[in-house]
C-alpha cells in the first residue's frame, strides 16, 4: 500500500496516479497533504521541481471529488495564480492529469492568447482555474469572471510575483476572494517582503520548508569559465560540440541576446530555438514542445524560463551571462538534477561578471570548480572575422519641416528632429520622427507582439525583467497606478495626468 493510498485520497485519483506510474511521494508532499486534507491554510518554502504541484493539486482534487457541487456561471471554485505563461499551463497540465477521471472542468488563462476565447470557455463556469494575474484582472474588469465562490486559493512562486511587480494585482485579488477559504501560498525563498504578503492572504497555516537554495547547489556539478565576453560564442559552440549532452538549456541576461546566441548556433550548424517575452505565445508554446519531444537539444532563454520550464532530462544548463541576483542562479541550475538525478551547470563569466559569481558562491555555500578554455579556442577566436563597427549616421534626405534650416521639431536636449521624412538637426544629425534620438529618450515597453502579460492592449509588467535593474517599466508604474487609484478601498487618491482621458490616456503615453 502506497502513502496516497494510506492518506485515503478517492479512488479515482488513486487510479490517475497509478496510471501516470506515481507511487513514492516527494518530501513536500508527505508534510502538505495530511494538513491540507484537513483543511489547513499552508505556507510552504519549496522550489520547483520538488512535486509542489501534486502537494496541493491532489488533496484539493479530493476535495472535489468528495464535495462535488454544479458549477455556476463565470465562476470558479478553485484558483491558482502563476507568475509566467509556462508554468501556468503546467499546473493545467498537471490538474487534468491527477483530476482525468474525476470529470472536472480545468481552464488556463493568461496573456499573449485571444481574450474573447478565454472569456466563452469561462462563462458556464469551471472547476479550477488557473491564471497569470495580469489577465484575470482583464477578465474580471470585463465580467467575465467572479472570484465570490473560489473555496481554494493557490499562490505559487510568490517571490516571483513580486520581482515581476505583481504586488498591487494581488492585493486586489485577494479584496475579491471570500474571506473563508482555504489558502496555499508557495515562495522558493521567505524574506520579509514576501513573508508580509503571506500574512494577508493566509490564516493560521501549517509552515512547510523543504529543498532549501543550498540542496539543488549541491546536487549539480557547477564549472566557471573566465572568458572575454566577445569569445562566449565560440566558448558556447565548441562546449556544446564536445559535451555529451541530452538536453540543454542556455541561459541570457535579455531578449536581444538570447536571439543572437541562436543565430550563432545555427551558423555553426547547431539547430536550437529561443524563448522569451518578444516572442508570441504560439512560438514560445511551439519551442518549449519541440525542445520536450527532443526534436531540438538546444534552448536558450532569458529568466522568464527559469521556473516555467520543467523538462525531464536536462543534462546541462548554460550560463552564458551570469544573473546580477544570485537567487535566479540557483533558479535556473534547479533545470537539470531533477527528482533526484545529477546535472551539470557551465557558467561563463567575463571581468564585469566575477563579482556576480561571487554573491552566488555566498549564496549557495558552493564553490564551482574552474575549467580552463578548451584545446582550439584561441584558433577559433582567432577565425572569427573582426567586429562591425556602428555605421554613421546618414545624410539627410529632406521632408516636410526637416530638410530646411529651422525645420522639423526640437527634443529636450535642444536638438532638432526631422519631420515626417526625416532631416538634419542644428549639428547636422540625421533624425526620423519614427525613432527616438540617439542617447535620449527610448520607450519602457518593446514591441506589441505579446510580449507582455495581457498582450497588445494590456500594460502588464514584463515577465521576462527578473533583476535587469531596481527602475521599473513605465508601464509598470502605470499598472500600479491603475492598482492603486481604481482597486484599492482607501487608497490615497492620486493625480497621474490630466483629467481628460483619465488612465487610458495614462496608460497610452506609457506603452
Not at 143 to 153: C, G, H, M
Not at 194 to 211: K, M, Q, T, W, Y
Amino acid at each position: 500500500m502506497s502513502f496516497f493510498q494510506d492518506l485515503g485520497l478517492a479512488q479515482p485519483i488513486l487510479k490517475a496516479l497509478e496510471a501516470a506510474g506515481y507511487d513514492t511521494p516527494t518530501p513536500i508532499q508527505q508534510q502538505a497533504i495530511p494538513s491540507l486534507l484537513e483543511g489547513r491554510d499552508l505556507c510552504g518554502i519549496a522550489q520547483t521541481g520538488t512535486g509542489k504541484t501534486a502537494a496541493f493539486a491532489l488533496p484539493s482534487l479530493h476535495h472535489f471529488a468528495t464535495k462535488p457541487k454544479a458549477r455556476q456561471q463565470y465562476s470558479c471554485r478553485m484558483l491558482v495564480l502563476s507568475p509566467t505563461r509556462e508554468l501556468a499551463a503546467q499546473i493545467a497540465d498537471s490538474f487534468r492529469t491527477y483530476g482525468k477521471f474525476l470529470g472536472l472542468k480545468v481552464d488556463c488563462v493568461f496573456g499573449g492568447m485571444p481574450i474573447f476565447s478565454q472569456k466563452k470557455r469561462l462563462a458556464g463556469g469551471v472547476d479550477i482555474l488557473v491564471a497569470t494575474p495580469g489577465r484575470l484582472i482583464d477578465l474580471i474588469e470585463q465580467r467575465a469572471v467572479t472570484l465570490k465562490d473560489v473555496e481554494i486559493f493557490v499562490l505559487d512562486e510568490a517571490d516571483q510575483m513580486m520581482d515581476l511587480g505583481f504586488i498591487h494585482a494581488l492585493k486586489r485579488i485577494d479584496q475579491l476572494l471570500p474571506k473563508q477559504r482555504q489558502t496555499l501560498f508557495f515562495s522558493a525563498t521567505m524574506p520579509k517582503a514576501i513573508a508580509e504578503l503571506g500574512n494577508r492572504f493566509l490564516n493560521n497555516p501549517v509552515r512547510v520548508s523543504v529543498a532549501p537554495a543550498s540542496t539543488t547547489a549541491e546536487r549539480v556539478e557547477q564549472f566557471v569559465t573566465f572568458v572575454e565576453q566577445r569569445e562566449k560564442q565560440t566558448l558556447l559552440t565548441l562546449k556544446l560540440q564536445s559535451e555529451d549532452i541530452d538536453r540543454a538549456l542556455v541561459f541570457t541576461r535579455t531578449k536581444h541576446g538570447a536571439d543572437r546566441v541562436v543565430r550563432g548556433l545555427a551558423g555553426a550548424g547547431i539547430q536550437s530555438a529561443a524563448i522569451h517575452g518578444n516572442k508570441s505565445q504560439g512560438q514560445r508554446t511551439a519551442a518549449l514542445q519541440a525542445f520536450r519531444d527532443g526534436k531540438i537539444k538546444i534552448l536558450v532563454a532569458t529568466d522568464i524560463a527559469a521556473r516555467g520550464i520543467d523538462v525531464p532530462g536536462v543534462s546541462h544548463v548554460f550560463n552564458f551571462e551570469l544573473p546580477n541576483v544570485p537567487e535566479q542562479y540557483v533558479h535556473r541550475i534547479g533545470r537539470t538534477a531533477r527528482a533526484g538525478r545529477e546535472g551539470i551547470a557551465m557558467s561563463f563569466v567575463a571581468g564585469d561578471e566575477r563579482g556576480y559569481m561571487k554573491d552566488i558562491e555566498r549564496l549557495t555555500g558552493v564553490r564551482a570548480m574552474t575549467l580552463g578554455l578548451p584545446e582550439g579556442f584561441r584558433a577559433a577566436v582567432a577565425a572569427l572575422p573582426p567586429p562591425v563597427a556602428d555605421k554613421k549616421p546618414q545624410q539627410a534626405r529632406g521632408g516636410r519641416g526637416g530638410g530646411q534650416p529651422g525645420g522639423g521639431r526640437t527634443n529636450y536636449a535642444g536638438k532638432k528632429l526631422g519631420g515626417n521624412n526625416g532631416g538634419t538637426g542644428l549639428n547636422g544629425e540625421t533624425r526620423n520622427r519614427t525613432h527616438a534620438p540617439q542617447g535620449g529618450w527610448q520607450p519602457a515597453i518593446g514591441p506589441r507582439d505579446g510580449s507582455r502579460e495581457g498582450g497588445k492592449n494590456d500594460a502588464r509588467p514584463r515577465s521576462d525583467n527578473v533583476g535587469s535593474g531596481d527602475r521599473r517599466p513605465t508601464a509598470d508604474r502605470a499598472f500600479a497606478a491603475r492598482s492603486e487609484n481604481r482597486r484599492d478601498p482607501g487608497a490615497p487618491a492620486r493625480n497621474y495626468g490630466p483629467k481628460k482621458g483619465g488612465y487610458k490616456n495614462a496608460v497610452k503615453r506609457a506603452s
